[in-house]
């Protein structure tokens, strides 16, 4: 999945998001969303497993939430913990788009996305605060009353941007990589590949995400469906 998408691939893929109907929402109490939550984590855990001592992590532990609070949305957290929002329940048809959701989730505790994000943000931290700093040294000699002032200053803007910056550089790769995974987990579940793909299109058309700038931390709706199509074709073809 780490090949560039052809503009013609992707162009395919921005026109069928276009094209598709605007998403619809569905009448489902929170008891019921919980349980087909649960029911679907349970039915992905074996082969999460599988894939997950494939790739050679050995901290294959989750545990899944559902929440209430609107959005289209899910979570990741550093203590190997998913949240699954109430919209992702509302917004999709099948237990095909829900199985999406939940297994990209676990892809990214797979990869161990959360740590090497972290580690990404210290260091791109680190060298933004001295770049802004090297600002400081160049505008006020070091003999100047707000020199101190004005580097710490410097210093901190430029961690927290550096911070952002880097997490965001690393995310994009980060999604798709997650996404893949996910293929390989619903495949082996016998999930439906070509039904779980709506999601993307309904996230897409919720958030009109069709071009991707240098702060989204996702790829953009028609790379995103193209990159889970092919790695589809990848995952479905017969193994020689």
């Keep these: 999945m780490s ?5 013609e691939v992707r162009n395919r893929a921005l026109a069928e998001i276009q094209r598709s109907p605007e998403p619809q929402r569905r ?11 649960q029911e679907i984590y349970e039915k992905l855990l074996l082969s999460a497993y599988k894939v997950c001592y494939e790739v050679g992590e050995d901290d294959c532990w989750w545990d899944l939430h ?3 609070d609107p959005g289209l949305n899910a979570y990741a957290f550093g203590d190997g913990s998913i949240v699954i929002q109430r919209d992702i329940l509302v917004f999709t048809k099948t237990d095909d788009e829900v199985a999406f959701v939940v297994a990209h989730e676990l892809g990214h505790h797979i990869a161990n996305h959360l740590s090497e994000t972290a580690r990404r943000r210290g260091i791109s931290s680190l060298a933004a605060a001295m770049l802004y700093a090297g600002v400081s ?6 003999s100047d009353p707000y020199f101190a002032a004005n580097t710490y200053n410097n210093m901190s803007v430029g961690a927290k941007t550096g911070s952002y910056l880097g997490g965001i550089v690393f995310s994009v790769a980060q999604e798709l990589e997650a996404d893949y995974l996910a293929a390989m987990i619903l495949a082996d579940s ?12 309904t996230m897409s058309k919720k958030g009109s995400n ?4 240098i702060f989204d931390t996702h790829p ?15 995952l479905e073809k017969p193994t020689p």
Excluded: F, M, T
């Design 3 to 7: 090949q560039p998408i052809s503009d």
């Design 27 to 37: 009448n489902i109490s929170a008891q019921k969303s919980a349980v087909k939550v």
């Design 66 to 68: 559902y929440s209430e």
């Design 137 to 142: 040294v160049a505008i006020l000699p070091s």
């Design 190 to 201: 016998g999930y439906d590949l070509g039904k779980s793909r709506s999601i993307l299109i």
């Design 210 to 213: 069709y071009q991707a700038g």
């Design 220 to 234: 953009a709706g028609p790379d995103r469906l193209a990159a889970w199509d092919r790695a589809s074709e990848n």
